[in-house]
């Protein structure tokens, strides 16, 4: 009796089970103008997910161009204002971008082989020479600013006499595949050759990381950028009034935590986390260890708390006690506050 044998070939590669996508264009040398005109075009083969595209400047993905996703089989995008974000801010000019096309999941992917340009191409006042235009943001570096005080942008401009202008500003992500928020108008300038600025009192309630750009106020291309984010800080302080440092607590003492609260803004900063900490190097110096510390946020209107050191704490003069603000609408967003700190105090045991 014969016997029959049947091979079962299985194709595990990750050739076979994931699917691929290749930019082409733009993929490298090109130069093109904000605000016209172009087509971002790629090849999938076996891709099954819905894709995303992105403008990426050095290895950072600085915004989304599809509003929605593009179904798998899509092999281009009509980009028709080259520069232009999901969020109506734009990218300023420079040399070092790419695209990428990603799929939802991120399983599949590519990016452009080299770097193109975006360049700005605005129209001069009529008495200027073309090659003495120039616009340039001073201000250099992140820069950290509390809201409700006034941030001065500052630039240096020739032969755009007369050119009315928009200052704007975009709220930053930690996610660059969220939905960008869109930007906000600051207001308007009418350019001079030599300095200028833009003054920006910046409300109370906002915070977070920010890219400041200008553009044209005819059409909306960007000119220049600011160097590195602007990142506003809630303006909200406590000052810790007890423990004051220098105090003597045992194992299962009652520490009573007293504050004040200075430049409160209630519909940011509610609540604040307590917590009673211990250093390992030195009165807040070395590795941070959190011995006693409130299981959820404290209303900063209490103005009072009690937390009980844990029989097991070691003895050490290394004590003490931390405030980190806390909000809700931080969720989604990179946003630096004010850390309070009591002076040092002891356990002994």
Known sequence: MKKLFVLVLVLGSAGFLYGSIRVVAPNGGETWAINSPYTISWVPTGVTLSVHV????????????????????????????????????????????????????????????????????????????????????????????????????????????????????????????????????????????????????????????????????????????????????PPTKFRIVSPIGGETYRPGDTVLIRWETINPVPELISGVHIAIMRYSGGCGSGDQIAVAYAPAPVNITAREYRLTIPRGAPGSSNYLVDFQPFSSAYIGRYVEVHHSRSACFTVVR
């Open 54 to 233: 992105f403008l990426v400047r050095g290895s950072r993905a600085v915004g989304r161009l599809n509003a929605d996703p593009l179904p798998s089989s899509t092999t281009s995008l009509r980009w028709d204002k080259a520069g232009l974000l999901m969020g109506g801010t734009w990218a300023p000019a420079g040399t070092d971008y790419k695209i990428e096309v990603r799929t939802t999941d991120g399983s599949d992917s590519d990016i452009s082989d080299g770097f193109f340009a975006l360049e700005a191409r605005l129209v001069a006042a009529p008495t200027a020479r073309r090659s003495l235009r120039s616009f340039h943001i001073t201000n250099t570096g992140d820069a950290t600013i509390d809201a409700g005080t006034p941030f001065a942008l500052r630039w240096t401009a020739s032969g755009y006499d007369g050119l009315r202008v928009a200052i704007v500003a975009a709220p930053v992500l930690e996610d660059p595949s969220a939905p960008p928020p869109p930007a906000v108008p600051l207001g308007n300038a009418t350019l001079a050759s030599g300095p200028g600025q833009f003054v920006w009192n910046i409300q109370r309630t906002y915070y977070g990381k920010w890219r400041l750009r200008v553009v044209s106020a005819a059409d909306g291309a960007s000119m220049d950028e600011m160097a590195g984010w602007l990142n506003i800080m």
